[in-house]
């Protein structure tokens, strides 16, 4: 097999841009999984909805995809307190079996929003369009896909936005501390409830803008979440669980390998990359890369 390292370079940089957009399609699953312990399938599902609603936005009224996402993010953050009010009344409040009865919930969420989409849209793949998509930025002999660019430019800030604030912020401490001891936030005069509530409904806000960034990489069709959700869990569980800055830096591990296996051994294997790491990584590491 012929081995070029301007090849391997190039399949650094391209793995590069895509773990950036790995990271971007978890965050919100990190927050709902990592930090609440929430059986959040219907992730994926949910972000192939925000695919949907900036085509339709970008479709009806020529809006930039980007701001499509940023639109639709308070929309997201309402059906998210929603979802988990139902869930935390329906399963969490009556015991020991919310786990896999909100499993089955929200797997059957999946399946409505799947079926929905196909109603609504149709089987065929949709797109955007924007002065950006189609385009590359050449620099010598490299080009990169603005598409790449753009996710890769979001992914950052909203990595950024979200450490910041569950670092800095006090609902964003209590939203981790929920995740480590309730009684302890419940003792310090918190609803946990109320805590969890508006988490879930950022984890969801957020799935709205990485939903953008997902239709600007390439067409989506309703189907399409279940192939992500192997590599968002992948991305989380690698992370560490609720680790916002180890969820990018998974997302990039993630990227770089599946693209030099790409790049060397075809698109076949580029599949089985996710579970293989995160098979690996749990062996030697099992908490992740930066634990909880």
Known sequence: ??????LLFEAVVFGVLLGCFYAA???GLSVAFGLLDVPYVAHPAVLILGSYGTFWLNAKWGLDPVMCGVMLMPVF???GTMLYRFY???????????????????????FIIEVGLIV?????QRSVSAGYIGDSLELGDLRLPYRLVVAFGVALLLTYAL???FSKTFMGRAIKAVGQDEMALRLMGANPVRVKQMAFGIATAVNALAGAMLIIVAPVEPSMDRIYIGR???VVVLAGLGSMSGTLVAGLLLGIVESIVLTLFGASWAPAVAFGLLLVLLGLRPQGLFGR
């Not at 935390?88 to 999946?110: I, K, P, Q, T």
């Not at 609504?120 to 065929?124: I, L, P």
């Open 25 to 27: 399609v978890s965050l």
């Open 120 to 124: 609504f849209f149709g089987v065929d």
């Open 232 to 234: 968002t869990f992948c």
């Open 163 to 165: 450490t910041v604030f």
């Open 77 to 79: 953050y309402v059906i």
């Open 88 to 110: 935390h009344a329906s399963f969490e409040s009556r015991g020991n079996d919310a786990a896999v009865n909100g499993l089955a919930f929200f797997f059957g969420l999946a």
């Open 1 to 6: 097999m012929f081995f070029s390292f301007d």
